[in-house]
């Protein structure tokens, strides 16, 4: 008989007769190139699908294979020899099946300690009133006019921000919305994560190595009273998952174009109940209603990748005036194909040093074939040359 045709008989694919042929579970015999399956090697396929049935695994099934090939199956011995491997896998089943119980009660108290919390349970946070002094009219550079205001001692929830040059910002929900905000109904904003699932094991391992690389920068700064800004969250959002481990004593200025993705993380930081001051800012402009030369550290998580990838701009052409003489500068990018651009680093290190940063620590690791192949993953520190 036939491959194909014992295929078809016990319902089982070629592929799988093949890898049992590999294994050494099969040994039909052979007409030139051609396999030919006895009735032996029927019944053995048989066996194997009643073992595999049981619980017996393949290395386990080739055991009693070789007894049944090499007995008649009424010597004593043989069948006691297949007892004792019955007996040994019914015993071990059971020890499964008390393994399982022990882990079900395990994932049941992890449940218990991971319920979904309630609204009532998260800190309602708005814009922090030492912000004020940092948010200005970027057409004229003039301080805002509050009004309308629902506001406490520390936040302002909901307002407007009004220059007498006719700009204008609306404060709904905690988050400060300027012109520059995309439309909610443009389909950009990454709410479920994609970035982040089923990410292959390769890539999680480089994006913790870029973690730490700027874990280790970050924290060794002093940033007591300092302001510290990141931008485009939509793509990679470094802060959120290391906001406890840096000076809380700090005014952190978080922006994307998308309202929606910052009002979703905002949501979830709240649920962490983190006393800190977090300006929320929707803006995709770059001309940001920021005061000049506020922001003491600068962190690019990709996005110089993402608004080259996205919008074919320069980050930092648009950053660098809202950066004070002594700010430094620390993230990571790929260096090769941005989306359907091509990254320049070159480039890129040049509009750094035309605004007067020097690169004081650069490390660069190859990126797995899931990245791209061309691609580079650099990881950077710059600070003013002269600061």
Not at 113 to 133: N, R
Not at 143 to 154: D, G, L
Not at 209 to 219: A, D, G, P, T
Request: aromatic share 10%; net charge negative; with cysteine.
């Amino acid at each position: 008989m036939k491959i194909g045709e014992v295929s078809r008989l016990l319902h089982i694919s070629q592929d799988t007769i093949r890898y049992y042929m590999e294994l050494g579970l099969l040994v039909p015999g052979r007409h030139g190139n051609l396999y030919d399956f006895s009735e032996d090697s029927i019944e053995d396929i048989r066996w194997i699908h009643k073992l595999k049935e049981m619980g017996f695994l393949l290395k386990e099934i080739q055991k009693v294979l070789s007894l049944r090939r090499t007995s008649n199956w009424v010597e004593p011995q043989e069948i006691a020899e297949y007892l004792i491997l019955l007996d040994k896998k019914k015993k071990s089943l059971r020890e499964d099946i008390e393994n399982i119980k022990d882990e079900i009660a395990r994932i049941e108290e992890e449940e218990k300690s991971f319920t979904i919390e309630t609204a009532g349970d998260k800190v309602l946070v708005g814009v922090p009133l030492k912000a004020l002094e940092y948010l200005r009219c970027p057409f004229c550079g003039e301080a805002f006019a509050v009004e309308q205001v629902q506001m406490n001692s520390r936040y302002i929830y909901n307002g407007k921000l009004a220059c007498a040059c006719g700009y204008a910002l609306e404060i709904r929900d905690g988050i400060v919305l300027s012109p520059g905000a995309a439309d909610e109904a443009d389909g950009g904003a990454d709410l479920e994560r994609e970035k982040y699932k089923d990410l292959p094991a390769s890539v999680v391992t480089m994006l913790q190595r870029s973690y730490n690389f700027l874990l280790h920068r970050v924290s060794g700064l002093q940033l007591y009273d300092r302001v510290v800004m990141e931008t485009d969250i939509n793509e990679f959002f470094y802060l959120y998952t290391h906001f406890r481990k840096i000076e809380n004593h700090v005014l952190f200025i978080i922006t994307d174009r998308y309202p929606q993705v910052l009002r979703m993380y905002k949501e979830r930081i709240e649920y962490l109940k983190l006393d800190l001051d977090i300006l929320y800012l929707a803006d995709g402009s770059g001309d940001y209603p920021l005061k000049k030369e506020s922001v003491d550290l600068l962190i690019d998580y990709f996005s110089s990748n993402y608004r080259e990838a996205a919008r074919g701009e320069s980050m930092h052409r648009q950053i660098f005036k809202y950066l004070k003489r002594d700010a430094e500068i620390t993230g990571c990018y790929f260096s090769g194909k941005a989306g359907e651009r091509q990254f320049d680093k070159m480039q890129f290190l040049e509009e750094m040093k035309e605004n007067g940063y020097a690169l004081i620590k650069e490390r660069i690791i190859d990126c797995p074939v899931e990245v791209g192949k061309d691609n580079r993953l650099l990881m950077y520190e710059s600070r003013k040359e002269d600061a």
